[in-house]
């Protein structure tokens, strides 16, 4: 099962990249544009920083590594599972139909349903990012960060999966959906050390940005199993909370009235 | 004679881009030619209502696109009043009215009431006029308990109908329709078919009406006019296309014994009440079903009875 | 004459009502906008505690004025690109209106609605925040008539995006990079005095330096001579968009093409 899954998921994914680039020079423009528009942040933190040399016992190298593991988590997201965004959208027309009545896992297909190319972007700022950082020459570390963003890029996808699946239940909180998304996004992108007091307690629950940026980075930097234990146990809950809540809101969809009405 | 739209050997190439293989080739590209719409000539008077029929990728929709002035041919002429349409977009817009069955001409998040007063908006129709204008086609085509609902929200019938409520706005005297009952099921293509006739009929709007389904003619114009591969076949009336072409029925039974039985017959031999009542006889249908012959089929028809 | 005008005017007035009247989008914005300004001003808190300084109340309404203006355009640059692309564009052409300035009104007036609401409600908020105004209150309309100017020219900006789709398919990240640029180069989050003095030098040669920085610094530095510097260079500015846009639209008029069965 998980082999033919995995096989799957490369013929998706070939056929992603294919569609991708049916016109080459669009595919290299958005890649490139991506890459600008994450370094031109990047590059804002650092004229900040060159002034004051930290902010709140963080250097550019904290941030560096913060916005190496967002970028790489964002990217993997975005081109191998976009489709979480799209579940309100395939609700409305009738297209996850297709999706539930699939011999295959239908949370899979409709995981790997999107993809967008231009956020290869994200994943080579990752790489530039953690070069720039210069915790590269240690191949321990190197590892240590693969797997970080593989558990950020969990947390991405769970969390979207999370929001998406409330039209399961209440119309139109697509919108809603969103705009948490646009405030995790948000709150990760900032030097996690300026969140202090009330910040900090939404910054590790409602919003859960804490888990992609000050986690991370600490386990890099100042490494405490303690800290692995927090976050390991955070992105397990999470991911399993939107998987059930998914196939919940699934049973509840194929059970209610919206199915087939249009 | 007082021919509407007059067209003399209308013709449109395109252009096709031929995606060329290999990773770094980025910014070359291969054309090849299309003639979409290949040598036409037909005109058309005033109160006409004229079937324009062929099936997929034969040329209707290029040929209306150029009626309506979206569209420059690669060769050839079109008169409408007079006028060439795609060099007098402004002067023909107020005698002009489309629909294009695929695209929507309301705002897909505005009420329809809204979109109908942007369009009268857009048509300079003082307010006064329009709402009487709106009212009485709204009664006519039955949308009252539609106009506060945003388009996006409509089934493909109800938007349809909206669709052409809001094309008859500024009162057109001519009228192009392309595919408006395409995707539609047969109990909400027989509703519109009947409120096209009416409409059309009340004020004597000229339509030109494309479409790929047989019925759409027959219901309601008096004139048909196909084409195929861009080239124009047949140019008649619906009585003639009848007599000659749609004079064959498919019927299909099913007995309860599980044998299907299936058909061929020529109405113009022999009566449709007939042939029912002889598979009638000792027989026990539990399944029935009369059908034309498809679009293909009478085009294939006529090739062969010009051969 | 006066046709034309209260053709486009009912576009914009229909747009306008359409937006303010969808309560569930204004509130996740005006959400967002909250986060942005509580979490900026987060920021200048621990970096004026670091440096010993206070921190600088005016930076927070800098900032609370710029991000009006990136919240509050809609997304024209999309709109343009999908009418565009899918040749929606030509079906308006036998019509007795112009496309562009059909969408362009429906955006002025989405933006009217949004600009009205974050002003209103982050003007509240950042007067929560700060406890104080930089500026004299007989300047606020003055202020807030170079913020919409600033708006207007953002909408331009946009509208140059959506119609680059007539050259190259990347409209969208095109748009991305464009409002990020705005953010570096018009100082929103970080103000420009700290940046190294190269980056400020190239910034000036920019519109956002211009639309963003000189036109919202009015709102601490307020002085009839920057006034007058911001008007003239966000007239400029605008001059060069226009001329681009009408220059792509008239290209896009000649061009249009549309497939057909």
Not at chain 1, 95 to 105: F, G, H, K, Q, V
Not at chain 1, 124 to 136: H, K, M, N, P, V
Not at chain 1, 145 to 167: H, K, N
Not at chain 2, 272 to 287: A, S
Request: aromatic letters at 14%; glycine letters at 6%; proline letters at 3%.
């Amino acid at each position: 099962m998980a082999v033919s899954n995995l096989n799957l998921f490369w013929s998706i994914q070939r056929n992603n990249f294919k569609s991708a680039f049916a016109s080459k020079s669009d595919a290299f423009m958005n890649f490139f544009l991506m890459l600008l528009n994450n370094l031109l942040f990047v590059f804002m933190w650092w004229a900040l920083l060159e002034n004051r040399g930290s902010i709140n016992g963080w250097t550019m190298q904290h941030l560096y590594l913060m916005h190496g593991i967002n970028n790489f988590g964002f990217g993997i997201y975005a081109v191998f599972f976009r489709g979480c965004e799209a579940i309100p959208q395939y609700i409305e027309n009738g297209s996850l139909e297709n999706y539930i009545t699939s011999p295959r896992n239908s949370l899979f297909l409709v995981l790997t349903s999107e993809s967008t190319f231009a956020n290869w972007g994200d994943i080579a700022t990752g790489i530039i990012l953690f070069i720039c950082s210069g915790y590269y020459t240690d191949l321990q570390n190197i590892f240590t960060f693969l797997v970080l963003t593989m558990i950020v890029s969990v947390i991405f996808v769970a969390f979207r999966l999370a929001l998406s699946t409330l039209s399961f239940y209440k119309n139109d909180i697509d919108r809603f959906g969103h705009n948490i998304f646009m405030s995790f996004l948000i709150f990760s992108s900032q030097p996690a050390s300026v969140f202090g007091g009330w910040y900090k307690v939404i910054y590790l629950t409602i919003i859960p940005a804490g888990f992609i940026s000050l986690f991370p980075v600490e386990i890099i930097t100042d490494f405490k199993w303690v800290n692995l234990a927090i976050l390991l146990s955070f992105t397990t809950a999470l991911s399993s909370f939107a998987i059930w809540f998914f196939y919940r809101g699934l049973k509840r969809y194929s059970s209610g009235n919206k199915f087939g009405v249009r | 004679m007082n021919n509407i739209i007059e067209i003399n050997n209308l013709s449109k190439k395109f252009k096709i881009k031929k995606p060329k293989k290999g990773l770094f080739n980025l910014f070359s590209a291969e054309y090849k030619t299309v003639n979409a719409v290949n040598n036409i000539s037909f005109n058309i008077q005033k109160g006409e209502r004229v079937a324009f029929i062929g099936p997929n990728g034969a040329g209707k929709s290029t040929t209306i696109k150029m009626l309506s002035s979206i569209l420059h041919p690669t060769s050839g002429d079109a008169k409408i009043f007079g006028l060439t349409p795609w060099e007098n977009r402004q002067a023909l817009a107020h005698e002009i009215g489309t629909v294009f069955g695929q695209r929507s001409q309301l705002w897909y998040n505005l009420p329809v009431k809204d979109s109908f007063y942007l369009i009268g908006k857009i048509y300079n129709i003082d307010e006064v006029k329009l709402k009487r204008r709106v009212s009485k086609l709204v009664n006519l085509f039955e949308i009252r308990d539609l106009l506060n609902h945003p388009t996006k929200s409509l089934s493909l019938g109800q938007r349809m109908r909206c669709e052409i409520v809001a094309s008859f706005i500024h009162n057109p005297k001519v009228l192009f329709l392309d595919e408006p009952t395409i995707g539609l099921d047969i109990t909400a293509k027989a509703i519109i078919r009947e409120l096209i006739k009416k409409q059309t009929l009340e004020e004597e709007t000229t339509l030109l009406l494309t479409s790929h389904d047989t019925d759409d003619m027959e219901k309601v114009c008096d004139r048909v006019i196909i084409i195929n591969k861009g080239k124009l076949i047949l140019d008649n009336s619906i009585n003639h296309l009848k007599e000659k072409y749609l004079n064959k029925k498919y019927i299909r039974a099913t007995l309860d014994n599980g044998e299907k039985i299936s058909k061929e017959v020529n109405t113009q031999k022999m009566p449709i009440q007939k042939v029912l009542e002889d598979l009638l006889k000792g027989n026990n249908i539990i399944d029935f079903t009369i059908e034309n012959p498809p679009m293909e089929e009478i085009i294939k028809e006529i090739y062969n009875q010009d051969v | 004459m006066f046709n034309t005008v209260s053709k486009y005017f009912s576009f914009a007035k229909i747009s306008f009502r359409e937006k303010s009247s969808n309560l569930t989008l204004i509130m996740g914005m005006l959400v967002i906008l909250s986060l942005l300004l509580l979490t900026y001003n987060q920021l200048w808190v621990v970096v004026g505690k670091e440096s010993n300084n206070a921190i600088n109340h005016s930076f927070i309404w800098y900032l609370l004025l710029a991000e009006t203006i990136i919240l509050s355009a809609p997304r024209v640059d999309r709109i343009f690109d999908e009418d565009i692309r899918s040749g929606n564009m030509a079906y308006f052409i036998n019509k007795p209106v112009s496309f562009f300035f059909m969408r362009f009104s429906e955006a002025v007036g989405e933006m009217t609605s949004s600009f009205i609401t974050f002003i209103s409600f982050g003007g509240v908020l950042t007067l929560a925040i700060t406890h104080q105004v930089p500026f004299e209150w007989k300047h606020l309309p003055i202020i807030l008539a170079m913020c919409y100017f600033s708006c207007l020219i953002n909408l331009f900006l946009k509208c140059a995006c959506g119609m680059s789709a007539i050259w190259f398919s990347s409209t969208r990240y095109l748009n991305m990079v464009v409002d990020r640029l705005g953010f570096v180069f018009g100082g929103a989050i970080i103000p420009l005095s700290i940046y190294p003095e190269w980056f400020v030098n190239i910034a000036q040669y920019t519109p956002f330096y211009s639309f963003y920085y000189l036109s919202l610094r009015l709102v601490y530095e307020f002085s009839w001579e920057n006034l007058l510097q911001a008007i003239t260079l966000n007239i400029f500015w605008s001059s060069l968009l226009c001329a681009f846009i009408f220059a792509a639209y008239r290209k896009l008029g000649k061009r249009t093409q549309i497939y057909g069965g």
